[in-house]
């Protein structure tokens, strides 16, 4: 078993859809969680940084985390063409920074 | 929010060469810094984490005579793949942590395409 489990998708929505997206985890030491996206041939690049259970909000980004059920979410509203990437989560443990990725959702947002 | 430089973005190089790969951070002092690797459709996998000025630790299954990491300063960190062949190429990924300011946010480069021939 992974230690972090991500369907790969891929996901096609219409512009202007919900994008809800997933990760479980396995590992109950994970503290911090993160949202990543990354663009072709590109880095990734940090969406949201959470490191308590619930939700935290930042304009159209939406991350849930419910440590008691290891799951993880981040849902994009009024999703744009320009939204289309890999979203990768990563979580890593208290006072260790090695982060676990997911394997990646690939997520196309139709105009 | 903090940058992070690699370079090159991409390299050929022939079957038996080394090459090296930097990985800088612009704006601020990196204590920590992550090397991946990312396969094609693939997620990152953990190479190895360096301390400025100490040995690096490698994740199990990495060749430490193979993937060299220096960490000379505070804002760069080097990977120096020696006597590369072809299962080398690969898409290498550096990420940095601003230790100043006490968070564990990572910030990634924009990575290295390696491909061997």
């Known amino acids: 078993q992974k230690e972090v489990e991500q369907d790969p998708g891929p996901l096609s929505v219409p512009e202007g859809a919900i994008v809800s997206l997933n990760c479980t985890y396995s590992?109950?030491?994970?503290?911090?969680f993160m949202w990543y996206r990354q663009y072709s041939r590109k880095g990734p690049e940090l969406l949201m940084y959470?490191?308590?259970?619930g939700n935290k909000e930042d304009g159209r980004f939406t991350a849930q985390v419910d440590k008691s059920s290891k799951y993880i979410s981040l849902f994009i509203r009024d999703s744009q063409p320009s939204d289309s990437a890999t979203y990768l989560c990563?979580?890593?443990?208290?006072?260790?920074?090695?982060?676990?990725f997911g394997a990646g959702t690939t997520v196309t947002v139709r105009a | 929010g903090a940058v992070v430089s690699q370079h090159p973005s991409r390299v050929i190089c022939k079957s038996g060469t080394s090459v090296k790969i930097e990985c800088r951070s612009l704006?601020?002092?990196?204590?920590?810094m992550f090397w991946y690797r990312q396969f094609p459709k693939k997620s990152l996998m953990l190479m190895a984490t360096?301390?400025?000025?100490?040995?690096?630790?490698?994740e199990q299954g990495v060749e430490k005579d193979k993937f060299l990491i220096n960490h000379a300063s505070l804002t760069l960190s080097t990977l120096t793949v020696t006597s590369a062949h072809p299962e080398d190429s690969s898409f290498y990924i550096c990420?940095?942590?601003?230790?100043?300011?006490?968070?564990?946010?990572?910030?990634f480069g924009p990575g290295t395409r390696l491909t061997v021939l």
């Open positions: 990420s940095a942590r601003d230790g100043t300011s006490g968070g564990d946010e990572q910030f």
């Open positions: 590992n109950s030491a994970f503290q911090y």
């Open positions: 959470t490191y308590s259970s």
């Open positions: 990563a979580m890593s443990p208290t006072n260790d920074y090695k982060l676990s």
């Open positions: 704006d601020f002092q990196a204590t920590t």
């Open positions: 360096s301390n400025e000025g100490s040995k690096a630790t490698y």
